[in-house]
């Protein structure tokens, strides 16, 4: 009855799901990371922790995967370039990290293992939050695999020391990624609303950093190609808020005058002729604010359209 019924949870982009990480054997993982715990206080919202399902549920029919597992992606037409995209390339799910209430220590724990036996399994990670903290622990349970070069797509820097005491909010994940010793360099881009102290602070360490208007003015690809060295393994994390508010109303901190669509497309289209992405994140999708899914539609697609980049 095939024809009559549906059955099942949704996954990301209706890809097997796997319900072992060590059974994993696909190109692609779709993780899950269903945490809010990291925002900074007061004022910020949260609901982050809604993202994944709220993804897994509007990724649903961008592009078509095969019956038997093993066959992989049907793909999508790209009649831009006229061309069939994703093609048997084998993906699934892995699911959402378990997180606990009051248990901090070990969500973030759970995070950067489930990340490293990931990577370690062969698997280009796509890791769906959650608010932008959880990027330390993924990054820090990728590069123990393998050493990457961070790439940071953002309106803010999230360089914070500390806040209010803490060092691990989502104000703060890239310092302490910046301070890893497996990640060889950090590179932020699309920054606009940043304090004076993070841009002192990314100058001391070192992280090389271009602004929104760097990136509109001068173009993506001139930016990266000066900014992200060439190397073997990238790490990338795509917070929505890069892009302009308009487009991204269902983001946690939108701010306007962002990257557009297209421009956000072709930095990472840049990005991914640098190295080899191994892993990426995007952060900061949040449903309660995404009254009509729009920004969970474009979070999905931005999916779709860099696994495309990857498997060109
Ligand atoms: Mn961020």
């Known amino acids: 009855m095939s024809d009559v019924l ?9 890809v097997p799901s796997v319900a072992d990480l060590a059974d994993v054997t696909a190109q692609v993982a779709f993780l899950g990371v269903p945490f809010d715990g990291g925002t900074p206080q007061p004022g910020n919202r949260t609901g982050q922790k809604l993202g994944p399902a709220a993804a897994r549920q509007a990724s649903w029919e961008q592009f078509a995967y095969a ?3 093993e066959d992989g992606a049907i ?17 699934v799910d892995a699911g959402d990290v378990v997180i606990q209430g009051a248990d901090d220590h070990g969500n973030f724990a759970r995070m950067r293992e489930a990340a ?14 959650g608010d932008h903290s959880i990027s330390f622990p993924l990054v820090a349970g990728v590069a123990a695999h393998r050493r990457v070069e961070m790439v940071h797509v953002d309106a803010h820097a999230d360089f914070w020391d500390e806040l209010d005491g803490s060092r691990l909010t989502g104000a703060s994940q890239l310092r302490r990624i910046a301070e890893l010793a497996d990640v ?7 920054l606009r609303n940043v304090e004076r102290e993070e841009a002192d602070g990314m100058r001391e360490l070192g992280v090389r950093f271009a ?3 760097d990136l509109i003015d001068r173009g993506p690809a001139a930016v990266v190609n000066e900014l992200v060295p060439i190397c073997d393994a990238i790490y990338v994390s795509i917070d929505l808020d890069a892009l302009d508010l308009g487009l991204v109303p269902g983001t946690t901190l939108p701010e306007p005058g962002g990257l557009s669509y297209r421009e956000l497309r072709s930095t990472l289209a840049a990005i991914a002729r640098r190295g080899e992405i191994v892993a990426f994140d995007i952060a900061e999708l949040n449903p309660p604010a995404d009254s009509s899914g729009a920004t969970a539609r474009l979070a999905t697609w931005l999916i779709t359209h860099l696994l495309s980049e990857l498997f060109d």
């Open 6 to 14: 549906t059955a099942g949870a949704r996954t990301f982009f209706g």
């Open 67 to 69: 019956e038997s597992p």
């Open 75 to 91: 793909g999508w037409y790209d009649i831009e370039a006229d061309r069939d995209r994703l093609r048997g390339v084998t993906m």
């Open 116 to 129: 490293n036996r990931i990577v370690a399994r062969g698997c280009v990670l796509v890791a769906v939050g």
């Open 184 to 190: 060889l360099g950090v590179t932020a881009l699309g």
């Open 211 to 213: 602004t929104t208007l």
